[in-house]
C-alpha cells in the first residue's frame, strides 16, 4: 500500500516537466530598440495572466543644477498629473479600475515609473506610459500644487524627522561634485524657485524616447507585444542625446569631520562614510560582501561587537551604496544612553584595521553568499520587481543582464579581494565623520516652511 | 484569532476624485476579455493517515511555500476556551521532541525563513517560504513542529501575558467593540459568535488545556499540506516520509451554523468619540450557492470597491467617512455581508440613510451595462493580480477545499464574474440584503449619535 503510494506519486511528478535546475534564476531578456532610439527589453512569464511595465529615464538628481534642486523628483510628480489623452487622475484611476497598481521614484541616477495590470490590459500600460512620454500636460495649477506635495513630502520625511538632516549632511560633506552633494529632495528655496518654463524644457531634454527604457515582464508573446509597443511609442520624436553630467570626485586629502543637533534624535549617532567607485565592479562586489560581514545583521562584527558585548549601541550597520557614479561606503552606529562616542569611534576603527590585515572566515564568506541568493530571489520575485530592476540596470549600467549575474559576481569575492578593498578603500583622509547629537531643548513642533 | 473583517479590496485607494476630461481625446484602449485563471496541474495525494498533499509547481522563481492547513481553530473551542487555538498555537513554535525553540528558529532562518503559525475560525496554519534549496528541509521542519510539539509549561506564562496584551489594546479600539458585538449578533451562541474572550478566561487556561486542545484536533485526518513554487520531483517522497507516520487524530467537526436573518440594534458608547463605528449586515448564502459569485459582484458594485455606490456617496459626494467599505467574510459554509465604516459623530445619522438609501436602490433598480462592467473588470483584474504569487494560489486552493468547491471553481471565477447581468445584481440586493433585516452596531458617543439612530433603532 504505502510503496504502491510513493510509486504514483513519482510518477506524477515525473511528467511535471521541470527540466531546468529549481534553484537557479535566470530570467529570459529580449533587447530591442525602435527608430527614435528608445530601449524596450522584454521577459516573458506565462505563470499567471498580468504584466508589469516599468519605464526608467536616464535622469535623476546628478543631473540638477545649482539652484535647481529636488528638480527630477518633483518632476516625477508631474508625471502624474495628466497627459494629452489621460486627465489629471485618470491615469490612476484607470489601472485601479482595472486592479492594477502604480507608482512612481526618483533617486540620484535615474526616474523609474512603473504599473501592474492583468495580462488583456497590455495596451491600457502602454497607452498610459506612451501618452505621457509624448505629451504631457504641464500647467502652473499643476506645477503650484505638486511643489506643495513635495514641499510636504520634505517636511515629512527630513525635516520633521529625528536624523532627517543627518543622511543630507553625510554627502553634503563627503562629496565634492555637485551630482551627488545635493539630496535628491532638495532644498524649499530651490523648489520655489522652479518655473514652468523649467518643467518644458526638462521634460523635452530628458523625457525623450531615446534618454528611456521601457521593460515588460509577464503573460505576452514578445512578437505581438513589439508591433504594439511600436504602434504606442515609435512615433515619439527622438531629441538631441542629454548632457551626461561629470560625477568625477577630486581625491581626498584628509579627514572631514562635522557635528549636528538634531532637535527630533534622542539618542546620540555616528555616521562614517568613505568614498568608493562606482556600483557592478568587482571593487564593489568586495565591498558589499565586506559590509555584510562588518554590519549587515546581528550576527556581524559590529553588532556582535558594539551592541552584544561591549553594550555601547543599540545597533550597528555598515553599507556600500550602489551608485552609477562614486558611491559611499557608509557605517552608522547609534549610542546607547550615556555612551561615549569617541569610544564607539575607536572600536569602529579597530574592527576596520582587523578586516584589512585578517582574512574573513569560511563561516562568514558562506553566510554572506546565503544572504546574496536570498536576495537575488526576492529581487527577482514579482513581475513588477523583474521589470524595475531590468529598467535600472539597463539605465544605470547598460546592462539588463545584471539581474542574472550579480549573485555570481557576490561568489566571485575571494577573502583577498575583501582585504584588498578594505585598504584600499577604508583609509583616514578618506572619509567623513558626522556626528549628530540630541539637542537639549525639546522641539518647538514641526519645522516651518523655508524662505 | 479571528480576521474577518479585514477588507478584501482595497486596491484603488488611490484613485483621484475628480476627473476633468478634455474635449477630442483618445479613448484609452478596451482590451479583450480578462484571460480566465488557469493553475498549473497540482499533484494530488492522500496518505494513508489521511493526511491531504497538493503540490504545485509554480512560477520561476526558487522559492517554495508551504502551509500545513489544520481543520481545527476557534470554531473549535467551547465557550469558555476562547482563543485557545492561539495560545497552542504560539506554543507549536517553542520546540517538539527534536528540538529547542532556538534550533527551531535558527533552522528556519538559515533556509531564508521563518516558521508561522496563526489560528482563524475554521483553520490553524503552520507555514514558511524558503529558497528551493531548502524544499525538503521546511518539510522536515513543519512535520517536527505539528507532529511532536512539546507544548511546554515554561513558556505559558509569557503567551500568556502578550496575549492579555493583546486583548487589553484590542478591546480599547472602537473596530474590537464593534466586531465582538457584530460577531455576537450575527452568530450568536456559536463560535464564530465569540469574539474576545474575557481576561479570566485567558488567566485559566493551564498546560493541560493546551495539551488537551492539542490532542483533540491536531492530526493527519484534519491535515492538508500545500506547497506550491519550484521544486525537486522527489519533493513528494519526502513530504510522505515526513507525514506518514503521524497519527490519525480526530476526524473534522461538521458544526455549520443555522443563521436567520433578523434585525438588532446595539449602541456601545464610547463618550467624546470624534467617529461613530459601523457595522450594518446580515448573513448571505455561503461560498456553496450558485448565487456566491453574483453575490460579491454586487458586494463590489454597492459598497466592496472605491468606484462602489455606497464609497462614492459617502465618501466621495458627503465626505462623511474615509474608509467606507462593504465585504462579504466567509466561515466554513457560512458567510456573512456587512457595510462598515467610521463616520463623523454629527452625521452618523444621515450616513446611514445615505447607506440603506443605497442599498434600497439597488434592490430596487438594476445598475447600467456600464457601471456594472466597470465593476466586473476591476474585480477579475484583482482576483489575477492578487492570486498571481505562490501564497495567493495556496490561499485560492484552500479556499476552494475548505468549502468543497468543485475543482472548476477557481478556472471559471472569472468567467463567471463576467457573466452576472444587471438583473442579477438587483435579484441578489433584493433576495439577500434586505435592511429590515440587518443588524446595526454603533460603537460612539451616546449621548450625541442616540437620537440620531432613532429610525435605524427599531426597523
Not at chain 1, 342 to 354: D, H, P, S
Not at chain 2, 342 to 362: C, F, H, N, Q, Y
Not at chain 2, 425 to 440: F, G, H, N, T
Amino acid at each position: 500500500m504505502k510503496k504502491a503510494l510513493a510509486f504514483s506519486a513519482f510518477l506524477a511528478v515525473a511528467s511535471m516537466a521541470l527540466a531546468a535546475d529549481v534553484k537557479e534564476v535566470k530570467v529570459p531578456i529580449k533587447q530591442y530598440k525602435l527608430k527614435n532610439g528608445l530601449t524596450i527589453i522584454l521577459s516573458e512569464d506565462h505563470t499567471a495572466p498580468t504584466y508589469s511595465i516599468a519605464v526608467s529615464y536616464n535622469v535623476g538628481s546628478r543631473d540638477e543644477k545649482r539652484g535647481r534642486t529636488g528638480f527630477a523628483h518633483l518632476f516625477e510628480h508631474m508625471m502624474f498629473q495628466g497627459s494629452e489623452n489621460a486627465a489629471r487622475g485618470e491615469h490612476s484611476a484607470l489601472i485601479s479600475a482595472n486592479g492594477g497598481s502604480l507608482n512612481g521614484t526618483t533617486n540620484e541616477d535615474r526616474t523609474l515609473y512603473f504599473e501592474t495590470l492583468p495580462a488583456n490590459q497590455i495596451d491600457l500600460g502602454l497607452f498610459l506610459e506612451s501618452d505621457r512620454m509624448r505629451a504631457l500636460a504641464v500647467t502652473q495649477f499643476n506645477l503650484d500644487n505638486q511643489r506643495n506635495a513635495v514641499q510636504e513630502e520634505r517636511r515629512l520625511r527630513v525635516d520633521n524627522q529625528p536624523y532627517g538632516k543627518t543622511f543630507e549632511a553625510v554627502n553634503e560633506t563627503a562629496y565634492d561634485n555637485f551630482g551627488y552633494k545635493h539630496s535628491v529632495v532638495g532644498s524649499m528655496e530651490d523648489l520655489n524657485a522652479a518655473s514652468l518654463q523649467d518643467v518644458q524644457d526638462f521634460f523635452k531634454r530628458y523625457y525623450a524616447p531615446n534618454n528611456a527604457v521601457v521593460a515588460i515582464v509577464g503573460d505576452f508573446k514578445s512578437d505581438e507585444l513589439m508591433a504594439k509597443v511600436k504602434k504606442y511609442f515609435e512615433e515619439i520624436p527622438s531629441q538631441p542625446p542629454p548632457p551626461q553630467p561629470d560625477m568625477a570626485e577630486p581625491e581626498q586629502k584628509a579627514e572631514r569631520r562635522k557635528t549636528l543637533e538634531d532637535a527630533f534624535a534622542q539618542l546620540p549617532r555616528i555616521d562614517i562614510a568613505y568614498k568608493i567607485g562606482p556600483g557592478n565592479t568587482p571593487d564593489f562586489y568586495a565591498l558589499r560582501v565586506m559590509s555584510q560581514i562588518l554590519g549587515s545583521g546581528q550576527s556581524s562584527r559590529l553588532y556582535q561587537r558594539l551592541v552584544k558585548e561591549q553594550e555601547m549601541a543599540t545597533g550597528a550597520n555598515a553599507f556600500a551604496a550602489e551608485q552609477r557614479g562614486p558611491g559611499l561606503e557608509q557605517f552608522s552606529v547609534m549610542a546607547r544612553p550615556g555612551k561615549d562616542l569617541a569610544a564607539i569611534e575607536k572600536t569602529l576603527y579597530e574592527e576596520i584595521a582587523k578586516i584589512q590585515s585578517e582574512p574573513v572566515t569560511d563561516e562568514e564568506l558562506e553566510k554572506v553568499r546565503m544572504q546574496a541568493r536570498r536576495s537575488q530571489v526576492s529581487g527577482a520575485q514579482s513581475t513588477l520587481n523583474r521589470a524595475a530592476t531590468l529598467a535600472d540596470d539597463f539605465v544605470d549600467f547598460g546592462d539588463a543582464n545584471i539581474l542574472n549575474e550579480r549573485y555570481q559576481k557576490m561568489m566571485a569575492v575571494t577573502k583577498q579581494d575583501v582585504m584588498r578593498v578594505a585598504k584600499k578603500y577604508l583609509t583616514e583622509n578618506n572619509r567623513t565623520v558626522i556626528i549628530t547629537l540630541p539637542k537639549k531643548t525639546a522641539p518647538a513642533g514641526p519645522a516651518g516652511p523655508g524662505q | 484569532m479571528r480576521s474577518r473583517f479585514a477588507l478584501r479590496l482595497t486596491a484603488a485607494a488611490a484613485i483621484a476624485s475628480c476627473l476633468a476630461f478634455a474635449q477630442e481625446k483618445q479613448k484609452p484602449p478596451q482590451g479583450p476579455a480578462p484571460k480566465p485563471f488557469s493553475l498549473p496541474a497540482s499533484q494530488n495525494l492522500t496518505l494513508k493517515n489521511g493526511v491531504k498533499v497538493t503540490l504545485t509547481p509554480y512560477g520561476n522563481i526558487p522559492k517554495v511555500s508551504m502551509r500545513i492547513v489544520i481543520r481545527a481553530g476557534n470554531g473549535n473551542e467551547g465557550p469558555k476556551q476562547v482563543w485557545l487555538a492561539d495560545f497552542m498555537g504560539d506554543l507549536l513554535k517553542e520546540g517538539t521532541t527534536n528540538r529547542t525553540s532556538a534550533q527551531i528558529a535558527e533552522e528556519a532562518a538559515s533556509m531564508g525563513g521563518g516558521v508561522n503559525v496563526s489560528a482563524s475560525s475554521d483553520e490553524i496554519t503552520v507555514g514558511g517560504d524558503v529558497l528551493s534549496d531548502y524544499a525538503s528541509g521546511i518539510v522536515k521542519l513543519l512535520a517536527d513542529v505539528v507532529e511532536h510539539p512539546l507544548l511546554p509549561a515554561s513558556e505559558l506564562e509569557r503567551i500568556r501575558s502578550n496575549r492579555l496584551r493583546t486583548l487589553a489594546i484590542q478591546r480599547t479600539t472602537p473596530g474590537g467593540l464593534a466586531n465582538e458585538a457584530y460577531a455576537k449578533a450575527i452568530y450568536g451562541d456559536h463560535p464564530y459568535g465569540r469574539y474576545f474572550p474575557t481576561e479570566e478566561m485567558l488567566k485559566s487556561y493551564t498546560i493541560e488545556d493546551v495539551r488537551n486542545f492539542y490532542q483533540a484536533n491536531i492530526g493527519a485526518a484534519r491535515s492538508h499540506i500545500y506547497i506550491a513554487g519550484r521544486f525537486d520531483a522527489s519533493l513528494a517522497k519526502d513530504v510522505t516520509a515526513a507525514f506518514e507516520a503521524w497519527n490519525k487524530g480526530p476526524a473534522p467537526v461538521e458544526d455549520v451554523p443555522k443563521l436567520t436573518a433578523k434585525a438588532s440594534f446595539t449602541l456601545i458608547d464610547r463618550p467624546g468619540a470624534a467617529q461613530s463605528t459601523i457595522r450594518f449586515g446580515l448573513p448571505v448564502p455561503p461560498p456553496t450557492s450558485a448565487d456566491y459569485i453574483p453575490l460579491e459582484v454586487t458586494n463590489s458594485l454597492l459598497g466592496g470597491s472605491f468606484a462602489s455606490r455606497i464609497t462614492s456617496n459617502i465618501r466621495e459626494q458627503k465626505g462623511y467617512t474615509y474608509s467606507p467599505a462593504s465585504s462579504v467574510v466567509t466561515e466554513y459554509h457560512a458567510a456573512e455581508w456587512h457595510e462598515g465604516a467610521d463616520v463623523t459623530t454629527a452625521v452618523t445619522g444621515p450616513s446611514m440613510t445615505e447607506i440603506v438609501k443605497e442599498i434600497d436602490r439597488l434592490r430596487k433598480d438594476p445598475p447600467g451595462a456600464d457601471e456594472l462592467q466597470g465593476i466586473k473588470n476591476y474585480m477579475a483584474g484583482i482576483f489575477v493580480i492578487q492570486n498571481s504569487s505562490r501564497t495567493g494560489v495556496i490561499a485560492q486552493l484552500r479556499f476552494v477545499d475548505l468549502q468543497g468547491l468543485p475543482a472548476d471553481w477557481l478556472r471559471n471565477y472569472v468567467p463567471n464574474v463576467l457573466k452576472v447581468t444587471p438583473q442579477d445584481v438587483q435579484r441578489i440586493a433584493e433576495s439577500y440584503l434586505d435592511p429590515a433585516k440587518m443588524a446595526l452596531v454603533v460603537v460612539g458617543d451616546k449621548a450625541r449619535i442616540e437620537e440620531q439612530l432613532k429610525p435605524f433603532a427599531s426597523r
